[in-house]
């Protein structure tokens, strides 16, 4: 297999997109920003989008939604890697926005979920209706763990659920 090197420098990618340009979209956690990567490797920013933007992906209306951890990581070197670390004391919560390709305009859409805020939204993916499926991976607290779940959210910003809580397991079991 031959590996071609496109684009270096970037502070933990997550998220492309692959664009009908050429380019690649993506989210750079550590950098807190949407990045388009040119056919040629050029990095261009489209959005500085705060917090920690963790998941991409093109909505219905061509825009682009990030699932955001809101800084769910400090970072640390080890042996060349960029490694995820514990929950800053700073983190406040996540956050679900939308980036207008055009102009890198970002709006917030949900910060909460009937009242209990986004921990550490992670991925997300549209279905066939129009809506969008999201992991909140959770954050790690003093004493133990703030836990996510899988949400389900309208691209406009009407109406968020909570599809399930807990998904992540311990020990080899799930915690619901």
Partial sequence: M??????????????PIAM???????????????????????????????????????????????????GSFSYYEHEGLLIPGETPATHRGGLIQRVDLKTGKIDTLYTECDGRRLEGPNDLVFDRQGGFWFTDHGSTIEHGRMLG????????????????????????RALA
């Fill in 149 to 172: 779940g899988l949400y389900y959210a309208q691209p406009d910003g009407s109406k968020i659920t909570l599809a399930r809580w807990t998904l992540f397991a311990k020990r080899g």
């Fill in 20 to 70: 009908a340009d050429g380019s690649v979209v993506l989210v750079e956690i550590q950098r807190k920003t949407l990045t388009r990567i040119t056919a040629s490797g050029a990095r261009e920013t489209i959005a500085e989008c705060g917090g920690g933007p963790n998941g991409a992906a093109i909505g219905p209306d061509g825009a682009v939604y990030i699932t955001n951890n809101g």
């Fill in 2 to 15: 031959d590996i071609e090197l496109v684009c270096d420098g970037l502070q933990f990618p997550e998220g």
